[in-house]
């Protein structure tokens, strides 16, 4: 199977959701968050860092779980970001 590259977009979306999934974390150790989500603590660090922007859904709703979030926190955090208002909408 071949992979699409991911686009600047999906890149900043992916750390934008590592930047809530951090903040949400707060104190609690990497390895604390990650054991209650069933996650390895390495899959957690990328996630949290941008190096996997596309984590699986059952993995971020593990997450959401574990640090007390709900999915349309998530959702709203990893939206694309709209470039130019849409006219339309006002």
């Known amino acids: 199977m071949v992979r699409v590259p991911l686009t600047p977009a999906d890149r900043e979306r992916g750390e ?3 930047r ?3 903040e949400a974390r707060g104190e609690r150790s990497l390895a604390d968050v990650a054991g ?3 996650i390895s603590a390495e899959t957690l660090r990328k996630i949290e860092t941008g190096r996997i ?3 699986a859904f059952f993995t971020v ?3 959401a779980g574990a640090l007390g979030l709900s999915m349309d926190e ?3 955090a990893a939206a ?3 470039e130019e208002p849409d006219a339309q909408a006002v």
């Open 80 to 82: 694309p970001m709209s």
């Open 74 to 76: 998530l959702v709203v």
């Open 36 to 38: 209650a989500a069933g």
């Open 20 to 22: 809530l999934l951090r």
């Open 61 to 63: 709703s593990a997450l």
């Open 16 to 18: 934008r959701l590592g």
């Open 53 to 55: 922007p596309t984590p």
